[in-house]
């Protein structure tokens, strides 16, 4: 060590001694120099300390261990190796962590923490096994997994030495391990011998463990059980040896303590119906059992442990009458401690009532006679050299032989119980090796200290030595192998208190000795020895006591009392006693007392299976043999066995007397450390080289140390040394090996303080570098802070003194101003008091002068009206004196001629004049009725006459009416017509009604169609502007690209995203145009059929009705009144929508369709009331042409009324033309809607040029047929009028021959018609054609003219600009017209491959059906070969096999395929191919064949399977095609519910004779089989990498620190031979799984199963990797967590590169996600475990407390997590609802689920490779 270096220096902490807590922690607070008597140093309560230091009396104080080395899962790895580091190390981990097991070398330690813990579940044995032992956190598990693979590695036989106090759960431990051998070597075959194994347990639990004051499952013996294996190393067999029983608790237990647990466990049951024979009651009725008077145990069911017990025992195969026996024994024992012993009134003798109850249920039970057993528990036998005679015992000797006796019975049916356990235990088998536990009591120190405790420490004395030889052992061959200079190691060598015990004369010779003696004492053997021993170390005789004695040692002193030494040794029963139970009349209890040598020992075939008790030569008896003989003999036994294997030992501390959970007693500790040799261990590695380090972790750990020189050697090794010379100078602190370097203890602490002091100076440095830069920022902060503020002082205050001027010159301004407006303001006052002043003075002058004027004008007015009334009034007053004047006179004149006219009316002559005119007129008169009188009678003559007439008319008439009527229809037909006319009226009425509903159909459908158009129109304008804008943004970038040239490349790609979207947005608009497009192909289409249609459509409301005999026949105007709907329907809708509007044109067609119907039915009912009228008219006469005129004048009326309503009709029609053509002209914005509208129109013109033609052939036929009609009624008349005989045999065939001629014509016109309009119309549409394209070509040279002016007007650059413009809008349209193009051409594609499959099918069916036709009878060659040359042509999908190439076919294609055979062909070629097989059996209707075929299928599937039960290709291989074989049974099953994606082609190939659901459930069930291998597969394949991968390798390098390792990573715990364990990264797993995803995905399995896949494997990734976190202390760092949370990342990359992300997968990832966050967040604040909380959602209560007892600092600087903060996070999580276990289930599989994918693959299309040799298959 370097002369600078002192260890006791100020800040050194220290341990001290203490009497309540064995050791405290101090700390040096001034430096100590040699030779000072006093140490001063400070307690941790901040409480000084002066600590006396003497070189002999008091030395000075061990020295503390780093912070960082404090916890460490192995003592060894502590620098320094003394007992307060073991115990604070211990007491650490136990309180603070919660950590029961820590290594102490090659030892255990197992602290019982005596809570229930969820650490042993079959999940943690699973990540123990097969792990190294250093590698995890100490376990008792890794302890046997240890010794499971030394024996198999090293095929030695190995041991497992359990030792501890009572209560520090030895059992326990044993119980454990061989759990875990049970586990991982399970049987194997189907014997389960494990479970047998395991059954054991529970029976010796009941009948050998017992409560204690210090446990309440106490084992009261000792056991060794070997575990024994094939050579496969899985468990064949076991056996069972037992070691001293302590019988004496049988029959006493001292206060609070129990008898074994099968006494209470069988009074719990007594109450049993089969136990009812057995009297018993409770346990306290009874004295063996109520002795410590407590017969309970707290949270104990000792009636369900009973069931427990007997379960285990039918288990072991003992029979139920077995079973009866010997709770018969355990029963007779309770009542035999119950039978009462009377004393007689002398003392010496005893006697037994005969009515005791107890004692005859203990005879009954056990089968023996009463009243023999009455007299010898009261008496006994002694035997000398001559007689034999009977003695009587006292009460006390009674009672002490039934003692003896009870012990006795139990301990024989112990022996019985163990014997029947080892042979249910033992094979047939050969032994290849065997793992040992033992389980045996630990060292023990009473305040009474007996036999029993003297025996115990004799075993620990020889199991110490053993230990002690092994450990020294294993340091001596560490050293060799290293090449360590060996130097010997002084140790504790107990070999002479061995000697004190069992040497000659030894202390158990003197006792069985002692034995012998008649009158032996205990006071005598006593006497012996201390007359023997005294001069021995380890003997002592106490100074107070003469009966007692003291054996020193290794652990302790222990004083032994010799009260009942003899007693115990001889464990007499007396003879006669066991005389009669050997006669028992019970088969099982008279052997339980069968002494061995009577009976003939039975040979085994079990290898190293020796007896329970080693039988010496010398006794013939083995119950004459003394107890300590017996026990010496087994225990060498058991020591050769021992030193026969490879040991590992348990040691079991108990941590306090009062079973509290978690509570350490350091006194009780530091006790049983130096008794179980704990200490021992640790001393024998602190006086060599404890500390050992490989050179690589020595190098990445102290490379901080190393010079830069030093850093460039490429020897590792050599820069160790290097660095080691510098650091220690003394030579012999250190050793370098081969492979580790060695060191003294201490050494590494003060490695760790120069490291540590190194980052110290180096944060130092680090400090003031950042404190200086600081320092200088703040200066240079302040500094300009200062100068901007001196700069803007003083700019301020030029600013106020600026404005100070400013406002000085305001100021002059304002006073300028101001007094200019003052002044101004007073001359305008002046001026306008002047003004105001004039202008009033002015106005009162002027008013006077009005006023004047106005008096003036009034007084003229006034004048001026009284003249013109005065006046007036004299001219009224003159004209009524003249009107009187005139009245008076003429009034006289009247009456004067008045006078006169009445003198003349009195004379004659007036009277004459008068009456001379009146004569000529009377006359007149007279004259006038005479020649009226004449003419009336003349009227009234000639009207007798017309009546006379017209009534004989009236009489024929009426003849003629009812030859009419007599006729049927000569008089119905006009009425009729006239109904028809009045029916006509009415349909025409609903019609024009029905019209106008149309009309307003069609007018919302117009407006809605008007809404979309201006919509439509408003987006384009918007994308106009839109465009408008993005063209003057590029021009304004275009210009401003010349200033800022760095920018152009950002803004040009901003400009090309902006014409990305706005292409975007226009290639939407073009999608929504080709739709509206398409709807308006369809339209035309759908016009081009209706074009075709035979007939003329009639509209009832327009018909007219005409009589038969008229030469003008009816026109019809239902088609023109469709075409003016239509086209009013068109000018209404628009003409873009109206193309829309489908359901318009559907209407439409459907009402011509309607009328056409209606007018054919009208016209045969005019033909046949024409033929009824032309044979009427044969028979007609002269008489009837009045009425005919009649009629005829009425239907000229009415032909005359529809011919104008045509013609209105006609120009209606022309007007609505007109209306459309203007408007389409005026409203068209583009000439595709002009081209449509054309096309519209020319259809329109179409259809009205067919109806012209239609109606001309019409008015044709009718003049024709009127014509002929007239001329058969002319030849009817003539022939008639000659009375021909044969007229009516001609007329016949006359008509038809003019019929025919009639239509021949009627044909050929018709044709010729056709011909010259379909020529005319095509002449047409070619004009307008030629016309279009000129107004398109007229548009484009107008734009190229605007474009060219526009371009001429713009600067070069704005011209290249715009012309890369135009280019880039000419090469979209170009794009979308060519897309266009190919959209209608891959629709004709479409279309003309599906006219060709339609024929192809009609040609294949048609040479089927010849091919069948003609092979009929023909051999089976015959249809192969017609089979085969429809090979080239397309066949059905079928392959066509004879029943004998089953086999052949199933071999080819299943048993010999291999997958890479068809990895270049369609994926799952072999399921297409079976499917296409059975799909033929299925068209053949052959049910054995479908069934034969699929189970040998199944079959052969499964057999490839197991053949190839680890190759993952293969497996994957068979589950796509297993899985795609079931889903071609349901896609072709038939079912609707898997048809739906189906085409029609495979529809037709679905099955369609036999229902296979069954089979696909079996399929269903295969596949799951399958997935299930291939999930194991992989599992098998990637575990391995998992650990080494994901914790291990440094994905992130140098960031894993390196601390001290401990024994368990040394060279001799590792596997050596193999070159130790195989190292993986994560590339490598990450490269695995790739190859798992590729071959998956090669083999064509579905995607959904390939990410289930993904999902479990992760799973098991998650699984394995948080469990081995969750058990190694050594990856719970920071920067683990940084590498495991990198190493997840890369894992989730790699599930996003293969589009996994979606599969669930990477939610399995979530827990250690969450655990490395957990690791690499802050542990300190409440905050903090309230975001640990919250964070850590997908890990348990458990697992966060784990994970934060493991974190372990790497460093110095790091913190550890207090115990605080845990206890803060428990709190939190205290309302979670966790499972228990800690571990994450690796097992746990997901349900897989197969989702129906079904083929787009055509069976027909299918093409299968020759290199599979299948040519016996036949194509169909």
């Known amino acids: 060590m370097t002369s600078e270096y002192y260890p006791y220096s100020k800040y050194t902490r220290v341990w001290i001694p203490d009497s309540d807590d064995v050791w405290k922690a101090a700390e040096i607070v001034r430096d100590y120099k040699e030779g000072e008597p006093v140490l001063h140093l400070k307690l941790e309560d901040e409480t000084p300390l002066e600590y006396s230091v003497g070189p002999k009396s008091n030395p000075l104080p061990f020295l503390r261990n780093p912070d960082i080395l404090v916890g460490e899962n192995d003592l060894t790895a502590l620098s320094y190796l003394h007992e307060p580091a073991v115990l604070h190390n211990l007491r650490v981990r136990f309180i603070e962590s919660n950590h029961i097991y820590t290594y102490c070398g090659i030892v255990l330690v197992a602290i019982n923490p005596y809570e229930q813990l969820h650490i042993y579940g079959e999940e943690v044995i699973t990540a123990y096994s097969g792990q190294n032992m250093g590698d995890m956190d100490p376990h008792i598990f890794a302890v046997a997994e240890e010794a499971y693979k030394q024996m198999a590695r090293d095929e030695r036989n190995q041991s497992i030495i359990v030792s501890g106090e009572s209560g520090a759960g030895k059992t326990v431990s044993a119980k454990y391990a061989m759990r875990f051998f049970a586990t991982v070597g399970g049987s194997a075959n189907d014997t389960n011998v494990e479970e047998k194994v395991l059954a054991s347990s529970p029976i010796m639990e009941a009948i050998g463990n017992a409560k204690t004051t210090r446990n309440d499952n106490s084992s009261r013996f000792g056991k060794y059980i070997q575990i024994g294996f094939s050579r496969h190393y ?3 067999g076991a056996n069972m040896r037992t070691y001293l029983l302590e019988k004496s608790r049988v029959v006493f237990q001292a206060e609070d303590e129990r008898n074994y647990h099968i006494f209470y466990q069988l009074c719990a049951s007594a109450s049993l119906p089969e136990f009812k024979d057995l009297g018993l009651t409770s346990a306290e009725d009874f004295t063996f059992t109520s002795l410590g008077e407590n017969i309970f145990i707290e949270g104990v069911n000792d009636a369900e442990d009973f069931k427990k017990t007997r379960e285990a025992f039918t288990l072991l195969g003992v029979k139920e009458s077995s079973q009866i026996s010997i709770f018969k024994v355990v029963a007779s024992i309770l009542h035999l401690g119950n039978v009462e012993i009377c004393s007689e009134r002398d003392g010496e003798s005893c006697h037994i009532s005969k009515d005791d109850p107890h004692l005859q249920h203990f005879c009954r039970l056990l089968g023996v006679e009463l009243q023999q057993m009455e007299h010898w528990l009261c008496h006994r036998k002694l035997a000398t050299a001559s007689e034999t005679y009977v003695k009587k015992m006292s009460s006390k000797q009674a009672n002490n032989a039934r003692a003896a006796l009870a012990k006795h019975i139990y301990a024989r049916m112990f022996d019985w119980i163990v014997e029947h356990i080892n042979m249910s235990l ?77 040497a000659r004369l030894g202390i158990l010779d003197l006792l069985d000795e002692e034995c012998k003696v008649p009158k032996g004492t205990d006071q ?98 083995e119950h004459r043999k003394t107890v300590g003989h017996q026990f010496r003999s087994s225990l060498h036994l058991l020591m050769e066995t021992l030193n026969a294997t490879t040991p590992h030992y348990v040691r079991c501390i108990k941590p306090n007397d009062y079973k509290e959970a978690f509570s350490f007693d350091s006194g009780r500790a530091v006790q049983q450390l130096r008794a179980c040799g704990v200490l021992e261990t640790i001393r024998i590695s602190a006086a060599g080289y404890p500390s050992r380090w490989t050179y690589p972790d020595f190098f990445s750990r102290y490379r901080v140390l190393l010079k830069r020189s030093d850093m460039t050697l490429a020897d590792k090794k050599q820069v160790c040394r290097n ?16 492979t580790k370097i060695f060191f003294r203890a201490g050494q590494v602490a003060y490695l760790e303080k120069l490291r540590t002091d190194k980052f110290r100076a180096a944060c130092i440095k680090i400090q003031k570098t950042v404190r200086g830069w600081l320092q200088r920022v703040r200066y240079r902060k302040i500094r300009k802070s200062a100068i901007t503020l001196q700069r803007y002082g003083r700019g301020y205050l030029a600013r106020r003194y600026a404005e100070f001027l400013r406002l000085t010159r305001a100021a002059l301004v304002c006073q300028k101003q101001f007094r200019m407006v003052r002044d101004r303001r007073a001359f305008l006052r002046v001026r306008q008091a002047a003004v105001t002043i004039q202008a009033f003075s002015r106005g009162m002058y002027t008013r006077r002068i009005y006023k004047e004027f106005l008096l003036h004008h009034k007084a003229m007015i006034i004048q001026r009206s009284v003249r013109g009334w005065l006046q007036r009034k004299k001219f009224r007053r003159a004209r009524v004196a003249a009107i009187i004047i005139q009245c008076a006179f003429r009034r006289v004149r009247a009456k004067k001629q008045l006078q006169q006219l009445k003198i003349e009316a009195r004379s004659a002559q007036h009277l004459k004049k008068l009456n001379t005119g009146m004569e000529n007129k009377i ?51 006009l009425a009729s017509l006239q109904e028809e006319l009045e029916r006509l009226r009415e349909e025409l009425k609903e019609a024009s009604v029905q019209r106008k509903k149309l009309e307003e159909e069609h007018g919302s459908e117009k407006q809605t169609l008007q809404q979309r158009v201006e919509e439509l129109e408003k987006e384009n304008c918007l994308l106009k502007s839109e465009k408008e804008e993005l063209n003057q943004r590029i021009l304004q970038h275009s210009q401003s690209s010349e200033v800022n040239g760095s920018s152009v490349s950002l803004r040009e790609a901003s400009l090309q995203s902006e014409l990305d979207a706005e292409r975007q947005r226009y290639q939407n608009l073009l999608k929504e145009f080709s739709r509206v497009e398409q709807r308006y192909d369809n339209l035309k289409e759908e016009v081009c059929l209706s074009k075709f249609q035979p007939g003329h459509g009639r509209n009832p409301s327009n018909q007219s009705s005409l009589e038969s005999d008229s030469n003008y026949p009816s026109i019809s105007t239902s088609e023109v009144g469709d075409t003016e709907d239509s086209i009013q329907l068109v000018e209404e809708m628009g003409v873009e929508k109206a193309a829309m509007d489908i359901s318009l044109f559907m209407k439409l067609q459907k009402r011509v369709r309607e009328l056409e119907q209606e007018r054919k039915r009208l016209q045969l009912s005019v033909d046949k009331m024409e033929e009824l009228n032309k044979r009427k008219g044969s028979e007609s006469k002269s008489p009837t042409s009045e009425q005919e005129n009649a009629d005829l004048a009425y239907n000229n009326l009415k032909r005359q009324e529809l011919e104008t309503e045509n013609k209105k009709l006609k120009n209606d029609l022309n007007e609505l033309r007109k209306t459309i053509s203007e408007r389409a002209s005026q409203n068209n914005s583009s000439n595709e809607l002009q081209d449509s509208y054309n096309l519209l129109l020319s259809q329109l013109k179409a259809a009205s040029e067919e109806l012209d033609a239609r109606k001309e052939e019409v008015l044709i036929l009718r003049a024709q047929i009127v014509s002929t009609a007239q001329l058969l009624e002319k030849n009817d008349h003539m022939q008639n009028s000659n009375h021909v005989p044969d007229a009516n045999s001609k007329e016949p065939l006359d008509k038809e021959e003019a019929l025919k001629a009639y239509h021949g014509l009627c044909e050929s016109k018709k044709l010729l018609e056709a011909q010259l309009q379909t020529q005319s119309r095509q002449h047409k549409d070619e004009l307008e054609a030629l016309h279009t394209q000129i107004e398109l070509l007229k548009d484009d040279i107008e734009k190229k003219q605007e474009i060219l002016n526009y371009t001429s007007s713009l600067s070069p650059e704005a011209q290249v600009e715009y012309s890369v413009q135009q280019e880039i809008t000419r090469l979209t349209n170009d794009n979308l017209d060519l897309k266009e193009l190919v959209e209608k051409l891959e629709k004709n594609e479409r279309k003309l491959k599906k006219q060709l499959r339609i024929y192809m099918k009609k040609v294949q069916e048609l040479e089927a059906a010849q091919a069948a036709a003609q092979s009929s009878r023909a051999r089976p060659e015959l249809s192969r070969q017609v089979t085969v040359q429809r090979k080239e042509k397309d066949f059905e999908g079928m392959l066509e096999y004879y029943k004998e190439d089953e086999a052949l076919l199933l071999k080819t294609l299943i048993t010999d395929v291999r997958p890479n055979t068809v990895s270049a062909t369609v994926p799952c070629l072999p399921a297409y191919i079976l499917f296409m097989c059975i799909r033929h059996a299925d068209y053949i209707n052959d049910d054995q064949k479908v069934e034969a075929l699929l189970t040998s299928t199944i079959n052969c599937i499964k057999k490839v399977l197991k053949k190839n039960n680890d190759d993952f290709e293969m497996t994957s291989f068979w589950l796509a095609n297993t899985s795609r074989l079931l889903h071609c049974l349901k896609q072709y099953s038939g079912d609707e519910a898997f048809m739906t994606q189906n085409t029609s082609k495979q529809n037709e190939h679905c099955l369609k004779n036999f229902d296979l659901a069954e089979y696909r459930q079996v399929l269903s069930d295969l596949s799951i089989q399958i997935y299930q291998q291939l999930i194991k597969v992989a599992e098998a394949i990637i575990q391995p990498m998992i650990v080494s991968a994901m914790l291990e390798s440094e994905s992130i390098p140098s960031l894993a ?78 920067s683990a967590g940084m590498q495991l949370r990198y190493n997840t990342s890369q894992m989730e990359e790699w599930l996003r590169g293969n589009n996994l992300y979606q599969s669930k997968a990477a939610a399995t990832l979530e827990p250690i996600i969450q655990a490395a966050q957990l ?102």
């Not at 045996?440 to 230990?467: D, H, P, R």
């Not at 003559?941 to 008319?953: D, K, M, T, V, Y």
């Not at 690791?1719 to 905050?1727: E, P, Y």
Request: some cysteine; aromatic content about 10%; glycine content about 4%.
């Open 234 to 236: 899985h468990i064949i």
């Open 426 to 502: 033992q094979t047939s088998f050969k032994q290849h090796s065997f793992i040992g536990v033992l389980d045996i009591y630990g060292f023990e120190t009473f305040e009474v200290n007996s036999f029993e405790q003297f025996c115990i420490n004799y075993a620990n004395e020889k199991l110490q030595q053993q230990f002690n030889s092994h450990v020294f052992k294993l340091e001596q061959e560490e050293y060799m192998k290293e090449q360590i200079p060996w130097t010997l190691i002084d140790f504790y060598d107990n070999q002479p208190c061995i000697d004190l015990i069992e």
């Open 524 to 621: 005598n053997w006593a006497q012996k020895l201390y007359k023997q021993h005294s001069s021995s170390a380890h003997f002592q005789k106490p100074r107070m006591s003469n009966t007692s004695f003291i054996i020193i040692h290794f652990a302790d002193k222990v004083e032994y009392q010799c009260e009942g030494f003899l007693e115990k040794n001889r464990d007499t029963v007396y003879e006669e006693q066991i005389n009669i139970l050997k006669a028992s009349q019970f088969q099982l209890v008279a052997d339980l007392f069968h002494e061995k040598n009577d009976v003939a020992a039975p040979k085994s075939s079990r290898v190293n299976v020796r007896p329970a008790k080693s039988t010496p030569k010398a006794p013939n008896r």
């Open 723 to 738: 660095l080691l010379e510098t650091l220690i100078r003394e030579p012999d602190m250190f050793q370098f090996g081969k």
């Open 923 to 973: 006359v007149q008169l007279q004259r006038k009725m005479d020649d009226q009188s004449n003419v009336y009678r003349s009227q009234n003559e000639q009207l007798l006459l017309q009546n006379s007439s017209l009534g004989s008319e009236v009489n024929k008439l009426q003849k003629q009416l009812e030859q009419v009527r007599s006729q049927q229809e000569g008089g119905g037909q």
């Open 1601 to 1678: 620190g390196v601390k001290p390792m401990g024994y368990r990573n040394r060279s001799s715990s590792m596997d050596t031979d193999a070159g130790g364990p195989t190292s993986y990264t994560l590339e490598a797993l990450i490269r695995q799984l790739g190859q798992f995803h590729d071959i998956m995905r090669d083999h064509g399995l579905d995607p959904e199963i390939v990410g289930q896949v993904v999902r479990q494997l992760f799973h098991c990734i998650n699984a394995v990797t948080l469990n081995n976190l969750l058990l190694r202390k050594d990856v719970c760092s920071w």
């Open 1719 to 1820: 690791l690499q967040v802050k542990k300190k604040t409440t905050q903090d475990a309230e975001a640990i909380c919250s964070l850590c959602s997908a890990l348990t209560t458990q697992q966060i407390v784990k994970i934060l007892n493991l974190y372990t600092p790497l460093n110095e600087f790091e913190e550890r997590v207090t115990v605080s903060f845990i206890r803060n996070i428990q709190n939190n999580l205290q309302d979670r609802n966790d499972p228990p276990q800690l571990l994450v289930d690796t097992k746990q599989t997901f349900p897989v689920l197969f989702p129906y994918t079904p083929s787009a693959l055509s069976l027909e299309t299918l093409h299968i490779p020759a290199s599979l040799g299948l040519d016996f298959l036949v194509r169909v």
